[in-house]
């Protein structure tokens, strides 16, 4: 494996910091689609922004042999790719392995669920008393979790299938339910988490297709769109045709491709009545007309069942595929599940987003077109001959091995410009904790801080499961206006997330973990504190301290510019190392140099 060191990414992120924020020139790459009815403020979503046909690329000719890391800067590297960051334990482990045989482990490695945690609760059994504890029990799972590659696919299905309990304070067990969907089909089948999303009663409630009844000729009731709506346009095949390297198809005329119409949507909706919460064992609540208040206790970890006398008898045409009148409503969601999933557009269209999230914020065609085309084919084979992957099509091992092992990863002789992954707020937290916080203080349901991270002035602008609407916290195809790579016309989505404000409510979360700021509810609790033994005992060689952080949180990125600053400010803080007080200042030397590297532009990209 190589370490790039790209120039252009080096501009990217100083662009994060010095530019993102003040400049109003320029539009961002944004389309407008119909509106959503989830309840949620709508933003527009684009689709890839509209280009000339790419000239033909040079193909990347893939590696000859299996990728294996060789240093601990590859291997800090490669896990801040592949997991919530890389502890130093992890760094020491992988350097024994090639990743064929990382990803054999991590893809055999038990789940770690959530919801028995969550409905077991620890501050009570109400919903409300749930709704910081699942934020807590999240980010633990997250930062402490043993199957990481999971937990981290499982994330990013998240930001693809969207569900937030943001003005959902009652349902935490719901979304607990929903969580462990995402977990145990990180690994699975794309068709098969499509059909446990829809079914899942905390989507239901969230796009407002729980109890969705056919429609009415007498009253003029219609089925509720919005599921119909969200499953294709950001689900599963978006609202622009594209080719298998994910660039825009064409007509005649040169006019992007729509890939439904308002009629497609209409009969897709009579699809998804009759649904309601599965309430067996519960023969004193009804399932016609709950609201919030009723649900609370019932139906959180099961499917959602089919009321037949509920669903829509009327034949159901859409995309191409009808469903013959008087079908049975599980039967019908089948049928449509089927022909959603097999549409051309699903393997580029998630490829790219969860390429995305992993290694490339702005991925190239032939990047997209082999993640794409190892989806499609759910088979993926390395180099030496191993695979990942049943053979059928959405098979997500095969497409998350692909995307680890792309050769636009490996490959010495690649250094295009858009290789590199911008880090979104949530992934500079855990990236530091899982590197220097004592797993031992491990007990985030005492942090403040994590009750809702969402806000920008306090916050970092971002928490998991909390997202404003269904279409997260930034749209895939953003481009950030007025901004270094607003010029170079570079898809940067996180960008989306950063202004005046959120830059500073980041670097302020931020220097609370540095420092060990936050305030607890139980002081006598420790709550994520660093471990600075290693840095500590650097402190009188400040050179050596520098590289040390380099390697274990930029994975030896840093610059020559930024280095020496480093070196000079440290080197004038004025600390002697007097006998009585050799260990505050060796602390305060090692918390300082932290937090110069976890606020600086290399720590924000990965390339």
């Not at 082999?370 to 497409?399: E, H, I, N, W, Y």
């Not at 950030?480 to 570079?490: E, H």
Request: contains cysteine; charged residues 20%; aromatic residues 10%.
């Amino acid at each position: 494996m190589v370490n790039k060191i790209n120039k252009f990414w080096i501009c990217l992120s100083v662009s994060i910091f010095f530019t993102a924020c003040g400049g109003s020139s320029g539009t961002p790459h944004i389309q407008n689609f119909p509106n959503s009815t989830s309840g949620s403020p709508v933003q527009p979503i684009p689709v890839p922004s509209p280009v000339p046909s790419p000239a033909p690329e040079t193909p990347v000719e893939p590696v000859s042999v299996t990728p294996k890391i060789e240093s601990e800067a590859e291997a800090t590297r490669f896990l801040t790719f592949a997991t919530f960051g890389a502890t130093k334990t992890d760094i020491a482990e992988l350097q024994s392995e090639n990743i064929e045989d990382w990803l054999t482990d991590e893809f055999a490695k038990p789940a770690s669920l959530t919801f028995d945690d969550v409905a077991a609760g620890q501050k009570g059994d109400t919903e409300g008393a749930l709704f910081s504890y699942a934020s807590h029990q999240y980010w633990d799972q997250m930062i402490s979790s043993d199957d990481q590659l999971r937990q981290r696919m499982a994330y990013a299905l998240s930001q693809i299938l969207v569900y937030s309990d943001i003005q959902r304070v009652l349902l935490q067990r719901r979304r607990a339910h929903y969580q462990d969907i995402l977990i145990n089909n990180a690994f699975g089948n794309y068709r098969d988490l499509l059909q446990d999303v829809t079914y899942s009663p905390a989507m239901a409630n969230w796009l407002t297709y729980e109890g969705n009844q056919k429609g009415d000729p007498v009253t003029g009731r219609m089925p509720d769109e919005n599921y119909a709506r969200e499953i294709l346009q950001l689900f599963s095949i978006g609202v622009a045709e594209l080719n298998l390297n994910g660039t825009l198809k064409r007509d005649s005329a040169g006019n992007e491709i729509e890939t439904y119409t308002p009629d497609d949507i209409i009969g897709l909706s009579r699809v998804f009545t009759g649904l309601v919460v599965n309430t067996e064992g519960n023969t004193n609540v009804s399932t016609l007309n709950l609201n919030e208040q009723d649900i609370i206790g019932f139906g959180h970890d099961r499917p959602m069942i089919m009321l037949d006398s509920r669903h829509s008898t009327l034949e159901k045409s859409f995309l191409g595929t009808v469903i013959p009148e008087n079908t049975p409503g599980d039967q019908s969601i089948s049928i449509a599940l089927d022909a959603i999933f097999n549409h051309p557009n699903v393997p580029p269209f998630i490829a790219r987003q969860l390429i995305q999230r992993f290694t490339a914020t702005d991925p190239t065609p032939s990047n997209v077109e082999r993640v794409a085309s190892a989806f499609k084919d759910g088979l993926f084979v390395t180099p030496s001959g191993r695979q990942f992957g049943t053979g059928q099509r959405g098979d997500l091992k095969a497409t998350l091995a692909a995307i680890l092992m792309d050769p636009d990863l490996h490959n010495e002789v690649v250094q295009d410009a858009s290789l590199g992954k911008i880090k979104e707020p949530v992934l500079k937290v855990t990236n530091f904790v899982r590197a220097l916080i004592d797993p031992t203080t491990v007990n985030s349901h005492n942090v403040i801080i994590f009750r809702n991270t969402a806000t920008s002035d306090e916050g970092l602008g971002q928490h998991p499961f909390r997202s404003n609407s269904v279409f997260n916290f930034y749209r895939p195809g953003y481009v950030a206006p007025g901004t270094q790579s607003g010029d170079f016309d570079v898809v940067a989505p996180e960008l989306q997330l950063l202004d005046a404000t959120s830059s500073l409510g980041q670097n302020n979360v931020l220097a609370g973990f540095a420092f060990n700021s936050f305030r607890v509810y139980d002081s006598a609790i420790p709550t994520y504190v660093p471990n600075y033994s290693d840095e500590m005992a650097l402190a009188d060689n400040i050179p050596a301290l520098v590289d040390h952080l380099d390697v274990l949180l930029t994975g030896q990125r840093l610059s020559s510019t930024e280095r020496d600053a480093f070196i000079s400010l440290l080197q004038n803080i004025d600390i002697r190392f007097d006998t009585n007080n050799e260990t505050a200042d060796r602390t305060v030397i090692a918390r300082f140099a932290t937090y110069l590297f976890l606020t600086s532009p290399t720590f924000s990209v990965t390339w």
